[in-house]
Every structure is written in C-alpha cells, then in structure tokens.
C-alpha cells in the first residue's frame, strides 16, 4: 500500500506565507503525477495544483501567481509553496498522489489525511 502524509499548515494572516510538504511511501513503483485539493466548509474539493513526473504543472485560476507546486521525485514528496494569503485560501489541504506499486497495476491515486490552512484578515 502507499501512504501519503502532509505537513505545514498552520494559521497566518492575510498576505503571509505557508510552505506544505507531502510524502508518499510504502510499496511505490513509480508515480506519475502529485498534486495538492483543497476543500473549505460546506464546499466542494478543488484542484488547487498538480505536476507530473514530467514537470508539467496546472494551476487553479484563483491560486496562479501565488502558489508554486514543486517536487523531489528522489524523496517522493511534493510541495506547495503558498504566498500572498487570503482568507479565500481557507480550508483543508489535501495531497493527491497517483501511484502503482507494480508496473502490472493501473495507477491509483491516494490520499493524505488532510492539513488545515486558516488564513485570518
């Protein structure tokens, strides 16, 4: 199985900054892409951001220019780097991690248990 776990949250005020990580271990053959949900109260999960093993990237519209999504595949951890902070980045941070743990198998993608991100005015 894979087990993915973040860290970093915390609570900041508006125009501060967080730095998350998330690492993925256990019965890893490779991934191919990580990326970073984010889900506020009473509201649906959202892409925040995602890269591939390649080093492509995607944004969400409302984060571009704040956020970055970087990686370090040797360490299977991803990162998010979160600037200029606004109490609209509330909410939840997830780790998404798709993975296979034998090249017979389909990528899964697994889940992290979740940081809390509080951005105060």
């Known amino acids: 199985q894979v087990q993915v776990v973040e860290s970093g949250g915390g609570s900041v005020q508006a125009g501060g900054s967080l730095r998350l990580s998330c690492a993925a271990s256990?019965?890893?053959?490779?991934?191919?892409?990580m990326g970073w949900y984010r889900q506020a109260p009473g509201k649906q999960r959202e892409l925040v951001a995602d890269?591939?093993?390649?080093?492509?990237?995607n944004y969400a519209d409302s984060v571009k220019g704040r956020f970055t999504i970087s990686t370090d595949n040797a360490k299977n951890t991803v990162y998010l780097e979160m600037n200029s902070l606004k109490p609209e980045d509330t909410a939840v941070y997830y780790c998404?991690?798709?993975?296979?743990?034998?090249?017979?198998?389909?990528?899964?993608?697994?889940w992290g248990q979740g940081t809390q991100v509080t951005v105060s005015s």
């Open positions: 256990g019965r890893i053959f490779s991934i191919n892409a």
């Open positions: 998404s991690t798709r993975a296979r743990s034998d090249p017979s198998r389909w990528f899964a993608a697994y």
């Open positions: 890269i591939t093993n390649g080093g492509s990237t």
